[in-house]
């Protein structure tokens, strides 16, 4: 008879029915009782609460090595090395944490003596909520481990949002959150039950998982972008960004104090007029008095409604734009913000700093129909009372269907009368700027080069896109294209 079977019975859970939730304390317990697991906790700032449900299942002596918490900074310190920003809660804290714990575990224990042991290091260094509530709970959770006997160790990396009002419920949560971590690692092979796994027992509007970062034999096979994908499809997060480099990143490391410039489209392939947008918006961005360029930090923004294109995300579709747009050098933003009104409030929790946001007038024409807003007790009113109390520009692009219409810009956008004085606000306060543009390549549609890319219509959207972006679609078969194109 096994632990897994010795357990079910101690705890009459029931092995043939569906599969129930464990508490933290089951799952602490049920990982003390798997002789091969063995380790070290590290925790900081929250205090000890994931240890503190190993101690509490008992039988912890087989499988806890040390627990500690260096919770004065310099103490901290002098153990992990300062950090070049002078942060404590920051992923490279945890990985130094990590690092050093973890190679003392093979330092300090003779391998032999511990055959068949599995080893890992869990270390968090959390920030709660204060008594004033003047911050926002967060923090980095990690979890070295080898998932068989003598393997390469495995890390399992997160960053989360605590939403609770109160720092002894923070507390509890990251708890709970570390628990789960550590069971399911041990007793899950993919990382997206993994991540599924880490709300047991709690709700969704407790905490978000911001980032997610995973490497190791354990998780070979796995694409942390799509991993970052999948935590905005489950809602266990709203956005998730992606630097040039193609690695995901934690939100708040890249947004904190900047002048955001934000482009939203499918970019679905990113086209000459969508990089005529950004440059003509930049270039008016740059301009602005209360704009330093040093400060400005781009975005791409893909929302997940555009992602459903065809009905449901694509994942190889997802990476093809990703790749391309961050092989032109720019970051990347998926989130779950259809309505624009979301998205800078969104964007405003990192930076009070002045926002500019670049659209078609056609998108512009769409965020001033009331039917979005019926969800909202303020209807449209409370949706744009978020927009006139951020320190946020649109730059518009004129918007010309075809060349027999009329071109549309600020001056003759089509609003409804009855939200028309909202325009208006917005316009005589400076809010809404017409950017210059190309016409030439005014009536150039993503949607009209993915047509022409999949019937395989050589010669007629290479133009269309920017420099080196044709060859690399053709190279890599992106967006479905499997045509045989002749070579130049």
């Given at each position: 008879?096994?632990?897994?079977?010795?357990?079910?019975?101690?705890?009459?859970?029931?092995?043939?029915?569906?599969?129930?939730?464990?508490?933290?304390?089951?799952?602490?317990?049920?990982?003390?009782?798997?002789?091969?697991?063995?380790?070290?906790?590290?925790?900081?700032?929250?205090?000890?609460?994931?240890?503190?449900?190993?101690?509490?299942?008992?039988?912890?002596?087989?499988?806890?090595?040390?627990?500690?918490?260096?919770?004065?900074?310099?103490?901290?310190?002098?153990?992990?090395?300062?950090?070049?920003?002078?942060?404590?809660?920051?992923?490279?804290?945890?990985?130094?944490?990590?690092?050093?714990?973890?190679?003392?575990?093979?330092?300090?224990?003779?391998?032999?003596?511990?055959?068949?042991?599995?080893?890992?290091?869990?270390?968090?260094?959390?920030?709660?909520?204060?008594?004033?509530?003047?911050?926002?709970?967060?923090?980095?959770?990690?979890?070295?481990?080898?998932?068989?006997?003598?393997?390469?160790?495995?890390?399992?990396?997160?960053?989360?949002?605590?939403?609770?009002?109160?720092?002894?419920?923070?507390?509890?949560?990251?708890?709970?959150?570390?628990?789960?971590?550590?069971?399911?690692?041990?007793?899950?092979?993919?990382?997206?039950?993994?991540?599924?796994?880490?709300?047991?027992?709690?709700?969704?509007?407790?905490?978000?998982?911001?980032?997610?970062?995973?490497?190791?034999?354990?998780?070979?096979?796995?694409?942390?972008?799509?991993?970052?994908?999948?935590?905005?499809?489950?809602?266990?997060?709203?956005?998730?960004?992606?630097?040039?480099?193609?690695?995901?990143?934690?939100?708040?490391?890249?947004?904190?104090?900047?002048?955001?410039?934000?482009?939203?489209?499918?970019?679905?392939?990113?086209?000459?007029?969508?990089?005529?947008?950004?440059?003509?918006?930049?270039?008016?961005?740059?301009?602005?008095?209360?704009?330093?360029?040093?400060?400005?930090?781009?975005?791409?923004?893909?929302?997940?409604?555009?992602?459903?294109?065809?009905?449901?995300?694509?994942?190889?579709?997802?990476?093809?734009?990703?790749?391309?747009?961050?092989?032109?050098?720019?970051?990347?933003m998926i989130s779950n913000y259809k309505k624009y009104y979301k998205l800078i409030e969104y964007l405003?929790?990192?930076?009070?700093?002045?926002?500019?946001?670049?659209?078609?007038?056609?998108?512009?024409?769409?965020?001033?129909?009331?039917?979005?807003?019926?969800?909202?007790?303020?209807?449209?009113?409370?949706?744009?009372?978020?927009?006139?109390?951020?320190?946020?520009?649109?730059?518009?692009?004129?918007?010309?269907?075809?060349?027999?219409?009329?071109?549309?810009?600020?001056?003759?956008?089509?609003?409804?009368?009855?939200?028309?004085?909202?325009?208006?606000?917005?316009?005589?306060?400076?809010?809404?700027?017409?950017?210059?543009?190309?016409?030439?390549?005014?009536?150039?549609?993503?949607?009209?080069?993915?047509?022409?890319?999949?019937?395989?219509?050589?010669?007629?959207?290479?133009?269309?896109?920017?420099?080196?972006?044709?060859?690399?679609?053709?190279?890599?078969?992106?967006?479905?294209?499997?045509?045989?194109?002749?070579?130049?």
């Amino acid at each position: 008879m096994n632990y897994l079977t010795k357990f079910a019975i101690n705890n009459k859970i029931n092995m043939n029915t569906k599969p129930v939730i464990l508490t933290a304390g089951q799952k602490a317990l049920q990982i003390n009782l798997d002789n091969s697991i063995y380790g070290s906790f590290v925790e900081t700032g929250a205090g000890q609460e994931v240890a503190r449900n190993f101690f509490k299942a008992g039988s912890a002596s087989g499988t806890i090595a040390k627990t500690m918490s260096a919770y004065d900074r310099n103490f901290s310190d002098a153990i992990y090395g300062k950090e070049k920003d002078g942060r404590y809660v920051c992923q490279s804290r945890l990985r130094n944490m990590l690092n050093h714990e973890y190679e003392l575990l093979e330092v300090r224990l003779n391998k032999e003596e511990y055959k068949g042991k599995r080893f890992f290091a869990f270390a968090d260094t959390i920030a709660t909520i204060n008594y004033d509530k003047t911050n926002k709970g967060h923090g980095w959770i990690g979890l070295r481990f080898q998932k068989k006997d003598n393997d390469t160790p495995s890390d399992f990396i997160i960053h989360v949002d605590l939403k609770d009002q109160d720092a002894k419920i923070q507390q509890e949560t990251i708890g709970i959150i570390g628990t789960n971590l550590l069971h399911a690692c041990f007793t899950e092979d993919d990382p997206k039950q993994i991540l599924k796994s880490l709300y047991d027992n709690l709700q969704k509007d407790q905490f978000e998982i911001s980032t997610v970062r995973v490497s190791g034999p354990a998780f070979e096979n796995t694409d942390n972008r799509l991993l970052s994908l999948f935590l905005v499809k489950e809602g266990m997060t709203n956005a998730v960004i992606f630097t040039p480099d193609r690695i995901n990143q934690q939100p708040g490391n890249i947004l904190y104090k900047k002048n955001i410039l934000a482009i939203r489209g499918s970019f679905r392939p990113v086209t000459n007029v969508n990089i005529d947008m950004l440059n003509r918006g930049l270039e008016e961005f740059k301009n602005d008095t209360k704009i330093k360029e040093e400060n400005i930090q781009i975005l791409f923004e893909i929302t997940l409604s555009n992602l459903k294109a065809d009905g449901e995300v694509n994942n190889q579709d997802f990476l093809d734009r990703a790749d391309l747009l961050c092989s032109l050098g720019y970051t990347v933003m998926i989130s779950n913000y259809k309505k624009y009104y979301k998205l800078i409030e969104y964007l405003s929790q990192f930076t009070k700093l002045r926002m500019g946001l670049i659209l078609g007038v056609d998108n512009l024409i769409d965020m001033f129909k009331e039917k979005y807003y019926r969800n909202l007790n303020g209807g449209i009113m409370e949706a744009f009372g978020v927009i006139f109390t951020r320190d946020i520009k649109f730059y518009l692009y004129p918007y010309q269907p075809n060349k027999d219409t009329k071109l549309l810009n600020s001056k003759n956008v089509p609003i409804h009368p009855r939200v028309k004085d909202i325009y208006n606000y917005l316009q005589s306060n400076g809010r809404i700027y017409d950017l210059k543009f190309n016409e030439n390549i005014l009536n150039i549609f993503s949607k009209d080069v993915l047509e022409k890319i999949k019937n395989c219509e050589e010669g007629t959207w290479e133009d269309m896109v920017p420099k080196g972006v044709a060859s690399t679609i053709k190279e890599n078969a992106l967006f479905g294209c499997v045509c045989e194109f002749k070579s130049k």
